[in-house]
């Protein structure tokens, strides 16, 4: 167990349909990123978020958005979901000092857009 | 732009045997490269890691190698067992800001009993 937790393990919904994915960090680490995972794509960087703070951003789409609360909990929205959104959604945190480079990863939201 | 190759996409090997998985880095800045192994209905798992000021790391059947002249990293895993069957992925991280990572397409593993 990494210790990082995500809601739900799986998600279907239509096209058109909003959702809210939901990370829990491991206890005391700051960072949260977020991942897609797709067949053809691979494992993809979509956004990094520090203490409530974004500090990176990849290739996500303008129909997603994610924020980090001040519990350092965080919440990926997908909004207007079309088939290709279909994929697993991970989330990793990682902790401060010589450790900030590793991440830890949770067992991931699998996504069907209908 | 920034972007991993990794080789093979598949690889099968007997039990017992070695097996290799070979990556490429393009960002010359990258400075930590991580593997992890996924298994089905998993999230990716951390097995090994190296900075850029180490050339080899090793870990009981498990090492990494890096040449940072070439741009590329190696995983290497001895006396393979059915359970190290999985999906392997490298990645790469600059640690400028944000450590996100850059992951190769990775490699689907399979241990022969």
């Known amino acids: 167990d990494s210790g990082v937790t995500q809601t739900p393990k799986h998600l279907i919904t239509a096209t058109g349909q909003r959702v809210t994915l939901r990370c829990s960090p491991r206890?005391?680490?700051?960072?949260v990123y977020w991942y897609q995972q797709s067949l053809d794509q691979g494992l993809q960087f979509l956004i990094h978020?520090?203490?409530?703070?974004?500090?990176a951003k990849g290739n996500i789409l303008e129909r997603f958005s994610a924020q980090q609360f001040p519990d350092l909990h965080s919440e990926l929205n997908l909004s207007s979901l079309e088939l290709g959104d279909s994929a697993l959604y991970f989330c990793?945190?990682?902790?401060?000092?010589?450790?900030?480079?590793?991440?830890?990863f949770g067992a991931g939201t699998r996504l069907s857009v209908l | 732009g920034e972007n991993v190759e990794q080789h093979p996409s598949t690889l099968s090997v007997q039990e017992g045997d070695s097996a290799v998985i070979k990556c490429t880095y393009s960002?010359?800045?990258?400075?930590?490269f991580p593997w992890y192994k996924q298994e089905l209905g998993k999230g990716p798992q951390l097995i090994i890691d190296?900075?850029?000021?180490?050339g080899e790391k090793k870990d009981q059947r498990i090492a990494v190698t890096l040449n940072k002249t070439a741009k590329h990293f190696s995983l290497h895993i001895t006396e393979t067992q059915p359970e190290d069957s999985a999906v392997y992925f490298c990645?790469?991280?600059?640690?400028?800001?944000?450590?996100?990572?850059?992951f190769g397409t990775g490699t689907r593993l399979k241990v022969l009993a």
């Open positions: 990793a945190s990682s902790g401060a000092g010589v450790s900030k480079n590793i991440q830890y």
């Open positions: 206890s005391g680490d700051l960072s």
């Open positions: 978020y520090y203490n409530g703070e974004e500090r």
């Open positions: 960002d010359s800045a990258s400075n930590y």
């Open positions: 190296i900075r850029s000021n180490v």
């Open positions: 990645a790469a991280s600059r640690g400028s800001g944000t450590y996100k990572y850059i």
